[in-house]
């Protein structure tokens, strides 16, 4: 079971991205209570937390991206987004959606993100 994130791509600095992630159909019935997040990776590093949007409607942001980023999430589209702006060269990296909830946790695929100086 995959999440399916879209929406990467290469962006001068200063510029803006959308990511969306679409649960698969398998995980539909479970979507609501799942907390779920955004993590980036960038080569020969682990992968970090950028932004999470609990099931009770929380959110939580790495600092680096502050005021910038905004994590949201629609229940009926078993979606979840993060829209990015101001982008920095330092946002450069893969980004992967997360959905947990207890001991079941799913991860997506990954959709790379290129900032340009």
């Known amino acids: 079971v995959q999440l399916q994130a879209s929406g990467g791509g290469v962006v001068q600095a200063g510029g803006s991205l959308r990511l969306s992630c679409v649960a698969p159909?398998?995980?539909?019935?479970?979507?609501?209570?799942?907390?779920m997040a955004w993590y980036r990776q960038t080569p020969g590093k682990e992968r970090d937390l950028v932004a999470t949007k609990t099931a009770s409607g929380g959110t939580h942001y790495a600092d680096s991206v502050k005021g910038r980023f905004t994590i949201s999430r629609n229940n009926s589209r078993k979606t979840v987004f993060l829209q990015m702006n101001s982008l920095r060269p330092d946002d450069t990296g893969v980004y992967y959606c997360?959905?947990?909830?207890?001991?079941?946790?799913?991860w997506g695929r990954g959709t790379e993100v290129t900032v340009s100086s």
């Open positions: 159909r398998a995980i539909f019935s479970v979507f609501s209570p799942l907390d």
């Open positions: 997360n959905a947990k909830q207890g001991i079941s946790e799913y």
